[in-house]
Nanobody
Framework: QVQLVESGGDFVQGGGSLRLSCKAS????????MSWVRQTPGKSLEWVCD????????WCSDSVRGRFTISRDAATHTLYLQMDSVKPEDTAVYYC????????????????WGRGTQVSVSS
């Protein structure tokens, strides 16, 4: 079955960098788009970035564009999110998801999702 396992979340000072990873298994990795989304308590799910299956195209939300980069490695079946110049408002649980995330309202809108990894940014 599909498994998505995130790692890399940590405490980081504002202005710093962090790289999240998502190890994927159970599906044809290069055929499916994947996304990063995030959520904080009391707030709705927020789309962060998408990348298509062949990794030819990627998109990020206005709030992170220019600071975050999504990428994927077909050889290791791993999705990445490079987070640079982080801000306190980036504090959230980050989820790796199967499928495009721009229109998603909840994790159940995706084909599958991981358990999340916590990112905390201090000011």
């Amino acid at each position: 079955q599909v498994q998505l396992v995130e790692s890399g979340g940590d405490f980081v000072q504002g202005g710093g960098s962090l790289r999240l990873s998502c190890k994927a298994s159970g599906f044809d990795f290069s055929r499916y788009a994947m996304s990063w989304v995030r959520q904080t308590p009391g707030k709705s799910l927020e789309w962060v970035c998408d990348i298509d299956g062949p990794a030819r195209s990627a998109w990020c939300s206005d709030s992170v564009r220019g600071r975050f980069t999504i990428s994927r490695d077909a050889a290791t079946h791993t999705l990445y999110l490079q987070m640079d110049s982080v801000k306190p408002e980036d504090t959230a649980v980050y989820y790796c998801t199967l499928g495009y995330g721009r229109e998603a309202k909840k994790l159940g809108d995706f084909l599958s999702w991981g358990r999340g990894t916590q990112v905390s940014v201090s000011s």
